[in-house]
């Protein structure tokens, strides 16, 4: 049996915590000046390079002076270039889209530096010190937590975490005289002097998870909260010097340390899954109109369902150029309320988006509880057009396939039914469409010279696509394969797969 370390058996990081240091005020005065100057410095020179940006984590016990010390941070740095937002443990109900998803948004791009008061640890750790969770689903919630800050550190981020400590006694005098001063009484209510009477379990629970999560990527800085100079010089001395070791080595910024997927096998027989397909099945074109309007109307009332309040879709159309994708997405909103859905066309990425991690750009654009977000390509192009034009490193590439998976689980576990659909054409009748939409007036929109690039590409993209689905396709959010020759017969499949995952999903 494993017996979780309590307080009793603090590790030395936090025993060190509790020592009583201090900084008398001449020896704060001596260096206080000399500190920001070189702070500033080195927010300008990162402003400057826009080489990374830099998420300041501020987590801690009740009363160890968390605010106070982003408060001087504040004074210290310029604010033009530093955001601060402070989350409490249930902003994300509000919208119905996973917890991640506010973390992710209020992400800063290069060059820019957020500071954030509470993050992805507060949920947890006091859910679990108030018996709300289980130990194993604690345990769950940290695996995702390592997974997201690796996922943020391979990206380039400066990711520093400052935990707060105070000892149990420490702590009961802050409380107190923050309590009796007029100025901070308000920081102190009952949710507080709660937190107090929990404080073993608090502290028991936020060891486990420091020790789980203090990584070589991410580790976790410890600071006593008791003395105000010593902590704001701790927390600014540590920035300062991991912003100048990373401005010294920009290659360091995106630096992966292992992929975490096995090496891709390419088919010895030329045989794939997308090129095994039926193609040449077709649907009768009478059948049709009766067929699309009936699994329109299913779709559309599915949607109106009580239960379809509680949760959300997102729909992925990805695809062979001109496989049909447009004219599928068409006849699925036709089946929908305006007000009740988003298609989000992904080109790509614009400078605000590629100053940001990758996945960034599609956290952002989630549907809330009872909407559906449509996306006409996806995240999936980094496995597939940036890996095979080139765009991003073969380390790049190879670990997207564990983050993607990552981020649909989450989807999915937080009530988001997750439909990802390919639509395959064969080489042959890729190459008809193309020359109908050349000679066709008012479809010459739909090709252009990066078509008839990728073609020349066919092979590479059918291995890209082959390795992709193998690897994402997932008991949770498997891929659909639709043979889309007949763009009768695929849009008809592509109907009955989102209502039948919804349905699915509600039942």
């Keep these: 049996m494993t017996v979780s370390p309590g307080p009793a058996t603090l590790p030395p990081m936090f025993e060190s915590a509790e020592l009583g240091h201090k900084i008398d005020k001449e020896r704060w005065s001596a260096e206080v000046p000399q500190l920001r100057a070189d702070l500033l410095e080195a927010q300008y020179e990162l402003v400057k390079k826009k080489g990374f940006s830099t998420v300041v984590v501020i987590g801690g016990i009740d009363g160890a002076g968390k605010s ?13 270039h530093m955001q601060t937002t402070a ?58 937590i390592r997974a997201f800050e690796r996922m943020l550190t391979d990206e380039g981020v400066l990711l520093l975490k400052f935990w707060f400590h105070l000892s149990k006694d420490r702590q009961k005098k802050r409380l107190k005289e923050l309590s009796h001063d007029d100025r901070n009484a308000w920081r102190i209510g009952e949710n507080e002097w709660r937190h107090f009477e929990l404080y073993d379990k608090f502290v028991e629970t936020s060891v486990r998870a420091i020790r789980e999560t203090s990584t070589g990527n991410a ?12 902590r704001c010089l701790t927390v600014g001395r540590t920035m300062l010097d991991a912003m100048q070791k990373r401005l010294a080595k920009p290659e360091a910024a995106k630096a992966p340390t292992g992929v975490r997927t096995p090496p891709i096998t390419p088919s010895i027989d030329g045989k794939h899954l997308v090129t095994s397909l039926d193609l040449e099945s077709k649907m009768d074109k009478d059948k049709y109109p009766k067929e699309v309007d009936e699994q329109q109307g299913k779709l559309n009332l599915l949607t109106r369902h009580p239960k379809f309040k509680k949760l959300s879709v997102v729909v992925v159309f990805e695809g062979s150029d001109a496989a049909g994708k447009g004219g599928a997405i068409r006849r699925v909103t036709q089946a929908l309320d305006a007000r009740q859905y988003n298609v989000i066309s992904i080109a790509a990425p614009t400078d605000e988006e590629k100053a940001r991690p990758y996945l960034w750009r599609f956290w952002r654009n989630l549907p809330e509880d009872g909407r559906i977000g449509i996306f006409d390509r996806s995240w999936y ?24 998976n990552d981020f649909e689980e989450q989807l999915v576990k937080n009530d988001t039914v997750v439909v990802k659909l390919w639509l395959q054409i064969s080489k042959e009748e890729q190459l ?10 008012h479809k010459q929109h739909k090709i252009t010279d990066e078509d008839w690039r990728n073609r020349e590409k066919w092979d590479a993209y059918t291995q890209a696509v082959s390795d992709m ?4 396709s997932t008991e949770l959010a498997p891929w659909t394969l639709v043979p889309a020759n007949d763009k009768y017969k695929a849009r008809i499949q592509v109907l009955k797969t989102i209502h039948g995952a919804i349905r699915d999903f509600m039942s």
């Design 219 to 230: 580790p976790w800085t410890i600071v006593e909260g008791s003395d105000h100079r010593y």
């Design 87 to 144: 989350f409490s443990p249930v902003d994300h109900e509000i919208s119905g889209r996973p917890p991640m998803w506010r973390f992710w948004r209020s992400l800063p791009p290069q060059g820019k530096i957020a500071v954030f008061a509470g993050s992805w640890y507060t949920s947890p750790i006091t859910l679990r010190a108030y018996g709300e969770i289980k130990s194993n689903q604690l345990d769950h919630a940290l695996v995702e």
């Design 432 to 441: 008809r469409r193309f020359e109908e939409r050349q000679a066709t007036a």
């Design 381 to 404: 192009g980094r496995v597939l057009v940036e890996r095979v034009e080139g765009f991003c490193s073969e380390a790049d590439w190879m670990r997207a396939y564990g983050e993607i």
């Design 68 to 80: 106070e010390t982003i408060n001087v941070l504040s004074e210290w740095m310029d604010t033009r």
């Design 469 to 472: 689905i193998d690897r994402t």
